[in-house]
T-cell receptor, first 110, second 118 residues
Framework: DQQVKQNSPSLSVQEGRISILNCDYT??????FLWYKKYPAEGPTFLIS?????DKNEDGRFTVFLNKSAKHLSLHIVPSQPGDSAVYFC?????????FGQGTTLQVKP | GAVVSQHPSWVICKSGTSVKIECRSL??????MFWYRQFPKQSLMLMAT?????????EQGVEKDKFLINHASLTLSTLTVTSAHPEDSSFYIC??????????????FGDGTRLSIL
């Protein structure tokens, strides 16, 4: 029973363009949503989060949108840079615990 | 701030060996730490929640006698994989959150431990 889903295993975009990573969830009791970036053989690095009572949070090139009615969130990266190439995980917090999606591998081409 | 350190980063050992992994919060105290496991190209799966001064809480399907967790201080949690076998080979990652800075604080992760059992 996958409570957090990232349906796109990979995404390729051109440098300078927008990257949009998507995430769906099933549990309406999640109170926080987070995005992490991960390189192979390293731990995830926190990028940005959003409370369930908000619909948008922006931090520099990163913006997270939350659509509670659709149980959907997305991460926008603009402009995308080659250094953004990594695996991106969305995570939802419920009961103090994080539930992770399967991850999306983003490749930003120069 | 909110740095989590994990050691060792890589372990190769023979089947039947017990392996201890340490997770430290370097610049904050954590009453709760979390242990995750990640198989290749898969998601991070929560194994257990480590509670300072009390027993860990294990997720369904995780053997507590196999994965011993000790959280003896506010800055250190250890995971011991007992009598490890090849199927225990995986990437183990810990995380912690600076709870003193409010509910919005994210979990920060260590760099993980690659465990390979021969």
């Amino acid at each position: 029973d996958q409570q957090v889903k990232q349906n796109s295993p990979s995404l390729s975009v051109q440098e300078g363009r927008i990257s949009i990573l998507n995430c769906d969830y099933t549990n309406s009791m999640f109170d926080y949503f987070l995005w992490y970036k991960k390189y192979p053989a390293e731990g995830p690095t926190f990028l940005i989060s959003i409370s369930s009572i908000k619909d948008k949070n922006e931090d520099g090139r990163f913006t997270v949108f939350l659509n509670k009615s659709a149980k959907h969130l997305s991460l926008h990266i603009v402009p995308s840079q080659p250094g953004d190439s990594a695996v991106y995980f969305c995570a939802a917090r419920g009961g103090g615990k994080l539930i992770f999606g399967q991850g999306t591998t983003l490749q930003v081409k120069p | 701030g909110a740095v989590v350190s994990q050691h060792p980063s890589w372990v190769i050992c023979k089947s039947g060996t017990s392996v201890k992994i340490e997770c430290r919060s370097l610049d904050f105290q954590a009453t709760t730490m979390f242990w995750y496991r990640q198989f290749p190209k898969q998601s991070l799966m929560l194994m257990a929640t480590s509670n300072e001064g009390s027993k860990a809480t294990y997720e369904q399907g995780v053997e507590k006698d196999k994965f011993l967790i000790n959280h003896a201080s506010l800055t250190l949690s250890t995971l011991t994989v007992t009598s490890a076998h090849p199927e225990d080979s995986s990437f183990y990652i810990c995380s912690a959150r600076d709870e003193t800075r409010g509910i919005s604080q994210p979990q920060h992760f260590g760099d993980g431990t690659r465990l390979s059992i021969l």
